[in-house]
């Protein structure tokens, strides 16, 4: 009979620790062996994976179950790349950006496209949601479940910004302060105007209006009568207007520095060039094209880059889709819907369509739009004008304000395509097959017609129909163009990647 306040014992006698007294039991090394002596493979071999965590149920992830078929607890493994693809896995050995085996496991128990979409998916704003559903890494200060407390302003890293090595702490780590301001450097090819140089210009900008250090790190040298300068609102980003430029990538990142890349042949120079106590999502890579989930691109780089631990954007939904099967379910994601200075070729039009109807398209990709303009060259109904080289943004807008119709000519897998959208702002017909990225503006039917990639005969028939279309058929499609315009906004885009950003650390 136990008394009041007595102590309680156990059969043999032994004092009974009261829930007080209870400690929790020391915490069993990652990927060691059961007690029984069987691991996370063969029973009873007693092996075990280097380095491999055990996976975690998802009630202790914090993760929220995905409704729909083939995504709940237990559905099918979508197919990943085969030996040799998955750079930076322990298992795989691979040289990835924090060594040789550095790298966590990639699924950790888990399907990784399910583990991403739960991840880019979880904040309130839905994929495209500002980030509310970035998960911290649990190893990381605010991680698992601490997703609404703040960041701490020193974080634990081996070297000192000045760069000296001075232990701090129990551990030997310093601490490296992170200021108010972070440095990002951005790295492009060249300084020619092509799609993907002007986004990560974009880019750039952003982060000087969000009260960054952007510095520009190209392969090819700044001259200030290059057409990219001549643009308006790159105007600030010239060494004139006070902006740092590195010639052929010659730097050198600090441990609070972010590296922001598109490219994937620069991944080696970021991972030569970045400083050993930097976090990974401390390296940004902006993915603009579906074609990185695609094998055959680049011998399959763009998919082996998928793999890596950094911090991911991705330009539309469509691009994550094509990029989901491949990706590293432990890096932070974000959909940023790609924004556009659509404004720049905007023209108010209303009515039907004047004869001859003029048609606008461009050489740059694909010769198909001389091939439509050969087979129509005795139709009074149309008149043709075309760009075949490189000009400037006044020339292009010229065309598109010109053409009562556009034709699209994108390559067979493209992350956005451009082209389309200044057209639609210009308030021309638009014509084009289906790329993939440009889903994220392409409403079949409604603000666009779809043709057969490449097929000059399909061009025609689409034709034929415009030319029969009525006023209010026409003006119908026209409207519905215009409508798309306001979800890719340079505002809209700076606004979430500053939060992203933030998100981050930075």
Not at 7 to 19: D, E, K, L
Not at 440 to 462: D, I
Request: a positive charge; charged letters at 25%.
């Amino acid at each position: 009979m136990e008394r009041p306040g007595g102590v309680a014992r156990t059969p043999g006698g032994a004092p009974r620790p009261s829930p007080g007294d209870a400690r929790p039991a020391a915490p069993r090394p990652l990927g060691a062996a059961s007690a029984a002596g069987g691991r996370r493979g063969a029973p009873g071999s007693g092996r075990r994976h280097p380095g491999r965590r055990p996976s975690r149920s998802h009630a202790l992830r914090g993760l929220p179950r995905a409704d729909g078929p083939g995504h709940g607890v237990g559905g099918p493994v979508r197919p990943h790349p085969g030996a040799g693809v998955r750079r930076g896995h322990p298992v795989g050995g691979g040289p990835g950006l924090r060594g040789a085996g550095g790298a966590p496991s990639l699924h950790r128990g888990v399907p990784p496209d399910r583990a991403v979409r739960r991840r880019v998916a979880g904040g309130p704003g839905g994929p495209q949601g500002g980030g509310a559903g970035l998960r911290r890494d649990h190893r990381q200060p605010g991680g698992e479940g601490g997703q609404g407390a703040p960041r701490p302003a020193v974080v634990a890293r081996g070297v000192r910004p000045g760069g000296g090595g001075g232990a701090a702490g129990p551990a030997g780590a310093a601490a490296v302060r992170r200021g108010p301001v972070s440095r990002i450097y951005f790295l492009v090819p060249g300084l020619h105007p092509r799609g993907g140089v002007v986004k990560v210009f974009d880019y750039a900008r952003h982060a000087l209006d969000l009260g960054h250090e952007p510095v520009i790190c190209a392969g090819k040298p700044f001259r200030p009568n290059l057409p990219l300068f001549q643009m308006e609102r790159f105007a600030r980003l010239t060494p004139e207007a006070g902006l740092r430029y590195v010639r052929d990538f010659d730097f050198r990142a600090d441990p609070g520095d972010l590296v922001f890349f598109s490219w994937p042949g620069h991944h080696e120079l970021v991972a030569a060039r970045r400083h050993p106590a930097t976090r990974p999502e401390q390296v940004i890579h902006i993915v603009q094209g579906t074609r990185h989930g695609n094998p055959d691109w680049l011998d399959g780089l763009g998919v082996r880059l998928l793999a890596e631990p950094m911090a991911r954007i991705m330009v539309t939904q469509e691009v994550l889709e094509a990029c989901l099967p491949h990706l590293n379910p432990e890096s932070p994601t974000r959909v940023i819907p790609e924004g556009h200075d659509w404004p720049f070729f905007f023209r108010e039009r209303s009515g039907g369509l004047p004869r001859p109807v003029g048609v606008g398209y461009t050489t740059w990709k694909s010769e198909v739009g001389r091939e439509v303009e050969e087979a129509l060259a005795a139709d009074p109904r149309f008149a043709f004008r075309c760009i075949r080289e490189r000009v400037g943004w006044e020339a292009l807008r010229d065309l598109y304000h010109w053409a009562d119709v556009f034709l699209g000519t994108p390559m067979r897998q493209e992350g956005f395509y451009l082209v389309g959208l200044e057209a639609l702002a210009a308030g021309a017909l638009l014509v084009t097959p289906d790329a993939g990225g440009n889903r994220a503006y392409c409403r079949w039917g409604e603000n666009c017609l779809q043709v057969e990639w490449g097929a000059a005969p399909s061009y025609v028939e689409a034709l034929d129909r415009i030319a029969a279309m009525g006023e209010a058929q026409v003006e119908a499609m026209r409207q519905a163009g215009y409508a798309v315009l306001g979800n890719h906004t340079l505002e809209e885009e700076r606004r979430r990647f500053g939060e992203f950003l933030r998100e981050l650390g930075a």
